[in-house]
């Protein structure tokens, strides 16, 4: 798994302990976090993006709503799958694809994996830490 | 902000439509020049008589007014392209009725035209990636919106499903909407699941179209001898963007919210006095959260007014007389201006089997990508001036 890319290395990276960490801004100006971290200026307070310091924080957030798609929108993926809109940071509101084909319900904490896409891992977010669905042990294996 | 109804008074003169329809060969030229031909047939006015004109469209590309107009005639008129997503033709109505409110021209044209097919969007393009590769797909959006609300209201499935039921059957009646059937709820229930709880006959089609109003000012109003009864007056036009998201309400309820409120404001309204609201139900459950956001009933009441009939024409409040955007279509270009032009029709008393019977006063109220969104009041005046 170490040998992998992040696919967006601009939004996560792999934690020294293997965990998926989320990369976020800082604003000097306002000290409020925002998503991606490399944004041309604070969401919040509109600091220009040399007010914005990159940090990263533990690959967890809170479930607000979750439905599964279930026709293919986007050729990256391929339906069915379930997408949510997680709060990653009070006040940071990001749609994200979870694994599995589960609905979880409102309030659920969710957790940031790695999942292998080729060359690269993509990042989902699974309901117990450490989830890794089936088919990355299998291509991990491969 | 200036409110449009203190500065000269706008009046909507003339409109006219090219059917929407599926996606097809037709060049926009013919379907924006039937628009037009029909607005100034309606209008009583020639080609010549246009001052200005703009243009809304969100996928044709750069300079389709002048490539469209010269078959009409050069006349060296002003043209503009206006493109703000879905809401490409409410903006060039709004930009038409502020030329003719500022006093700066006295008949000027909106146009909104089509074609499906080159959709780009500059959020592929801002350089950022996103943890969803559907992020900025508006049904995967809705779909998590309508199952928020449906939740937070404990109501089924099937309250959302009833939208698209009525605007169908209204659609029905309509010789321009791109759906000519009634469909039963089992029709929209039982169509393919798309994303969450919304169904293909839940969601807005791909399709073309055209759609043209003429703006006239007092002036040319009087000049031209205008019956009364045919023009109607613009009372308001508001717009604005969505605020930050957050996790207590979606940024899209609180724009729709401000804008009509203002809007309202604007035109010295109350919401409960609209007789028709044509508003953006691209996606069914839209309708249900929007009546609620634009105070035509109470939180959660939306589903209750529709089953009880009080949206149906001839309702308390027709909403989507027109069949709105699941039944009428929504080519983008041209769905505002055709809002527009169900609310003149509706306020003049022509709209035949769809009419709302005793119709004085509607909102017309758009969502374009973004979000940004748009709302205008309009009137019907008496012989004296008076609304």
Redesign the interface.
Known sequence: MTALTPR?P??YRLAPDGSIELLFSRCASCDRLGF?A??PGC??CGAPAEALETVARPGTA?L????????T??P??PAPYV?????LV??V?????LVGDEEPP?GTMVYAVAVPNGGDFD?RFAVRPGDVPRASREGAAA | MRPLREMEPVYVAGIGLHPYQFPNDTPYTHLGLTAVREALTDAGLAWRDVQSAYVGTAAIGMAAGRVMFRHLGSTGLAVTQVENASASGSFAFRLACMEVAAGHSDIVLALGVDKFGDGRRAANKDGLARLSDTATIPAVKFALLGRAYLRQHDLPVEAMAEVAVKNHGNAALNPYAQFRKPRTLEQVMASPKVAGDLTVQQCCPRGDGAAAVIVVSERARRRLSMPAARTVRVLASVANSEGEDSAAEPSVIDMVRASSAQACEHAAVAPLDLDLVELHEAFSVEELIYMEAMGLCGPGEAAHYLRRGASRIGGQCAVNASGGLLGMGHPLGPTGVGQIAELVRQLRGEAGARQHAGARLGMAHMIGLGSVAIAHILARENATGAH
């Open positions: 967006h601009t939004l991606p490399n944004a969401g919040h809170r607000l709503t979750c439905v599964t798609v279930h026709q929108l986007s990256a993926l997408v949510a809109d997680l709060e009070p006040g509101i990001e749609e994200a694809v409102p990042c």
